[in-house]
C-alpha cells in the first residue's frame, strides 16, 4: 500500500517562502502524476500545482508564478517550493495522484501565513 508523508510547513510571514516535501512508499512513483492540493478551514480540497511522470508542470491560476512542483525520482519525492506566501495560502497541504484515482490521504502539513 502506498503511504504519503508530507512535512515542511509551519508559520510564515506574508511574502515568505516554504519548501514542502512528500515521501511516496513504494516502487510506483516515477510512472505517476503527482500534485499538491491544500484544505483551508471551511473550505474544499483544492489542487494547487501538478507534474507528470515526465516532468510536465501545471497550476492553479491562485498560485501560478509564485508556487513551483517538482520531483526527484530517484527519491521517490514531490517537493512544492512557496514563495511570496500569502495569508489566503493558509491551508493544510497535502500530496497525492491529481486524480481521480487517488491514493490514500497522508496526513497532510500546515501551512499558516500571517499577516
Known amino acids: 500500500q502506498v503511504q504519503l508523508v508530507e512535512s515542511g510547513g509551519g508559520l510564515v510571514q506574508a511574502g515568505g517562502s516554504l519548501r514542502l516535501s512528500c515521501a511516496v512508499s513504494g516502487s510506483i512513483f516515477s510512472a505517476n502524476a503527482m500534485g499538491w492540493y491544500r484544505q483551508a478551514p471551511g473550505k474544499q480540497r483544492e489542487l494547487v500545482a501538478s507534474?507528470?511522470?515526465?516532468?510536465?508542470?501545471n497550476y492553479a491560476d491562485s498560485v501560478k508564478g509564485r508556487f513551483t512542483i517538482s520531483r526527484d525520482n530517484a527519491k521517490n519525492t514531490v517537493y512544492l517550493q512557496m514563495n511570496s506566501l500569502k495569508p489566503e495560502d493558509t491551508a493544510v497541504y497535502y500530496c497525492n495522484r491529481p486524480g481521480p484515482l487517488i491514493f490514500t490521504w497522508g496526513q497532510g502539513t500546515q501551512v499558516t501565513v500571517s499577516s
Open positions: 507534474v507528470t511522470s515526465g516532468g510536465s508542470t
